[in-house]
């Protein structure tokens, strides 16, 4: 595991989806319902620069996951969303990227998780099944 300063990293060789989240304990919410998902965890929504500089640099590493981007549903998280989308867009990170739907009124991925496990469960695995069905499309339409 990877810790910076301002987020921490940790990403398992098999995982195929990254999920991105304003804190650890968001971040560990998907690793308990996945225990192959990779986290980048920041410290908090206003600390997405080295987030940024870190998936530009190393967008290899994020060749051929799906990244989700889970930050907290309010002003802040919505900032800190539109901010990494805007690299991710322009930089080319990562084979396709989403933002996790929360499925009630709760603002993060722990909150959600806590308040209704089957859902927040549901809809993560709803999201990684869009990943692997766009990967099955891909393959079929670029066979040689």
Do not use: C
Request: glycine content about 4%.
């Amino acid at each position: 595991m990877r810790r910076a300063s301002a987020f921490v990293l940790d990403i398992p060789q098999n995982a195929e989806n990254v999920v991105i989240s304003e804190s650890i304990l968001d971040a560990l919410s998907f690793r308990e319902i996945d225990e192959n998902v990779g986290i980048i965890a920041l410290t908090g929504a206003t600390k997405t620069r080295q987030v940024k500089d870190y998936l530009a640099k190393h967008k290899e590493q994020f060749a051929d996951k799906h990244l989700l981007i889970a930050m907290d549903d309010d002003q802040a998280g919505w900032k800190a969303t539109r901010d990494i989308v805007n690299t991710i867009e322009e930089d080319g990170v990562g084979e396709n990227w989403s933002v996790f739907d929360y499925t009630s009124e709760t603002k993060d991925a722990n909150e959600n998780l806590q308040q209704n496990r089957k859902a927040f469960t549901k809809t993560y695995n709803q999201m990684a099944a869009r990943t692997k069905q766009h990967e099955r499309v891909m393959a079929i339409e670029h066979e040689p």
